[in-house]
């Protein structure tokens, strides 16, 4: 450290000299017990004292990691030192730094503590675009965010809450696919306790077991493991969730129960809002409110990126969405939408229909085929009732400031896309597209997945849309007349 | 929607055309595709007798399909593809079965490359791709005369270089 600036540089919490050897040294426990019990008699001394080395020398780099990290908060820019060895040295410019969000798992919080995730928003760059300070005490943490998202101190006039936990949501939770990821973690977990202590039930056990059983007990007990799990899984996740809205429009997340989650979201960085309704989930009358926001990095499912709330009833969540972007909420996801052309309805049918009748036909076919009967009327109904469904969420509508887009059947999506967050168009045409006279229209954007599609729009309403929202663009390309149909004539 | 079957509007075809040898350039790239698809069926034929008649019947097919692909493809894409900068913004049109039109304003162009894969340097093509802000939002022009797409990847640059913006 040179000597004018060493006055700059701070230490993370002293706490963690005690939190960073404890965590590092329960993650060794495992292998120190196996020592233990395996290395106890006289020859094997070497490998007690093995152990007790190896926990040394975690301890030993567990306390060194808080003498040797250190950070500054400068004019301009934020830097972090670390390493023992291999000294590393980490500048972010203050200027780029687009979140600040804190998190503190069980042993954090046990202290008082929290971590800071500094981010630049940057969607390439990987590590190098974030820094993290892990940790410092729970008030420097909040003053730090406080500071580097140059917001009003704590203790300014309380900001308007958007949306809170209620405790009657819980029933969406079992409604999600994340329940089913639960049911799954939970029974292979049993099954491997199962082998670790040598239960494995013969052959003939099983059987007659399996045979006295019911077959709807087996159901009876994933449903119950699935809601269990999903409600569990739910309050660890959501406890005292608040959504509120900072000064400058932004959005400030707080959640969680073991681990807390405190996610801001710039105001200038909230790009609009998707209102998702998986199937099972709107069966139950619920969505889920999502934030499309430049900068927040893929959690590689990409699914709940944004996330701005749980699972909740669907007139709460889209209340919510009006709310974070701060318009009425019939100008947001529930604003009226505009049908497709009738080409696009018949499309919708095709799609769905065709594969299905290939498939019945195919069974009816096939020589043994038992359940012909029940199969194929099965299979023509869900299609024909996907088909209605599509019809029935397809929709598009152009406001004052927004484009607003909804499909889908199996997770129907509304998107709301605000005009400025348009920094590209992609128009696509298939060939049953041109004989049809529709195109489908992505709308390009920073935030989210990067591109939200007008499913199956005339050729016309396409171009109008493009210019409407970005006057100008495409005019020096557009023409009148032309065979019916085609984007492009040529 | 009330908008009559005639007279409606659409687009005319951006002016640029990529250079000739792009048709080449898809034809060689064709083959190797051709070939690549080949490899596991001589494999399969080499090492497992039994299945060689089989092997026999998909790799004729796999060739048929490869020369077909090999001779429409590329003139059909050749005919397709254009390109054109306005004042305001970088048009691509692609595609063959798919058209595809892709539009990104000047003002919201982030970095411009330029790329020549091996196959491309032998022919003295290059490509231009033109990144925006979204993870979705790039857009590449492949098959351009070599001097064209350093002529066309500096202009880009310089019309981009004033807009200091986030341009997200």
């Known amino acids: 450290m040179s000597a004018p600036t060493s006055t700059d540089w701070q230490r993370l919490d002293r706490r963690m000299l005690v939190v960073h050897p404890v965590v590092d040294l329960a993650k060794l426990v495992p292998v120190l017990l196996v020592i233990a019990i395996t290395g106890g008699s006289a020859d094997d001394r070497w490998r007690l004292w093995g152990g007790l080395a190896l926990a040394a020398a975690v301890l030993g780099f567990g306390i060194s990691r808080w003498f040797t990290t250190t950070y500054r908060i400068g004019a301009d820019r934020v830097e972090l030192r670390t390493g023992l060895l291999r000294r590393h040295h980490h500048a972010v410019h203050r200027d780029r730094i687009r979140t600040a969000d804190l998190t503190a798992n069980p042993a954090h919080r046990l202290f008082g503590l929290a971590v800071v995730r500094v981010g630049t928003g940057r969607r390439e760059g990987g590590d190098d675009a974030e820094l993290t300070l892990d940790a410092v005490g729970r008030g420097e943490a909040e ?116 681990t807390r989650r405190t996610l801001s979201l710039e105001g200038r960085r909230v790009r609009g809002v998707e209102v998702d309704e998986p199937l099972l989930l709107r069966l139950g009358r619920g969505a889920r409110p999502l934030a499309l926001t430049t900068g927040l990095h893929s959690d590689g499912s990409g699914e709940h990126v944004g996330a701005v709330g749980p699972a909740m009833p669907r007139r709460e969540a889209h ?77 598009h509508a152009l406001t004052g400031d927004h484009l607003v887009a909804r499909q889908g059947a199996w997770v129907r ?78 | ?37 080949l490899v596991p069926q001589v494999g399969v034929a080499w090492f497992l007798p039994d299945y060689a008649r089989l092997m026999v019947l998909t790799g004729v097919l796999t060739v048929v399909i490869g020369v077909v692909h090999l001779l429409v493809v590329p003139r059909w894409r050749y005919a397709l593809h254009r390109w054109e900068i306005t004042d305001d913004a970088v048009h691509t049109l692609s595609g063959w079965l798919r058209l595809e039109w892709r539009i990104a304003p000047i003002s919201r162009v982030q970095t411009v490359d330029t790329d020549r894969g091996p196959l491309q340097r032998l022919l ?45």
């Open chain 2, 124 to 168: 003295g093509l290059s490509s231009v791709t033109v990144t925006t802000a979204s993870s979705s939002g790039a857009l590449t022009i492949d098959g351009l005369r070599a001097d064209d797409a350093v002529a066309l990847a500096d202009r880009l640059t310089r019309a981009t270089e004033h807009l200091g913006e986030d341009a997200t």
């Open chain 1, 143 to 258: 003053r730090l965010r406080a500071l580097l998202l140059g917001e009003a101190r704590p203790g300014a006039p309380a900001s308007p809450l958007l949306a809170r936990l209620r405790w009657s949501w819980v029933r969406f939770a079992p409604l999600t696919f994340s329940a089913l990821a639960v049911v799954g973690a939970v029974w292979f977990g049993l099954l491997r306790l199962a082998e670790e202590v040598s239960f494995r039930p013969g052959r003939q056990v099983l059987e007659e077991t399996a045979g006295r059983a019911p077959i709807w007990l087996g159901a009876a007990a994933l449903i119950v493991t699935a809601v269990l799990g999903a409600a569990v899984v739910f309050v660890e996740g959501w406890w005292g969730y608040r959504l509120t809205r900072a000064d400058d429009g932004g959005l400030l997340v707080r959640r969680g129960l073991l």
């Open chain 2, 1 to 37: 929607m009330t908008t009559p079957e005639t007279g409606e509007p659409r687009l005319r075809t951006p002016a640029q055309r990529l250079s000739p040898r792009a048709k080449l350039w898809w034809a060689l790239r064709s083959a190797l595709g051709t070939l690549v698809a």
């Open chain 1, 413 to 490: 999506r509304t998107v709301v896309l605000r005009r400025g967050g348009v920094i590209g168009w992609r128009l696509e045409q298939s060939l049953t597209q041109r004989r049809a006279g529709l195109v489908t229209l992505h709308a390009v954007t920073a935030a989210g997945r990067g591109r939200y599609e007008v499913l199956d729009v005339g050729v016309a309403r396409a171009l109008e849309l493009v210019d409407d929202v970005t006057p100008g663009l495409l005019a020096p390309f557009v023409i009148d007349g032309g065979p019916a149909g085609r984007l492009v004539r040529r």
């Open chain 1, 319 to 395: 209340r919510l969405a009006a709310g974070v972007l701060g318009v009425g909420e019939d100008e947001a996801t529930r604003t009226p939408l505009q049908r497709h052309p009738r080409a696009a309805i018949v499309r919708r049918v095709t799609r769905a229909l065709v594969p299905a009748l290939v498939v019945a036909v195919v069974l009816v076919a096939l020589p043994q085929a038992p359940a012909d009967g029940v199969l194929v009327p099965v299979l023509l109904v869900g299609a024909a009732l996907l088909a209605v469904d599509r019809i029935r969420s397809l929709g």
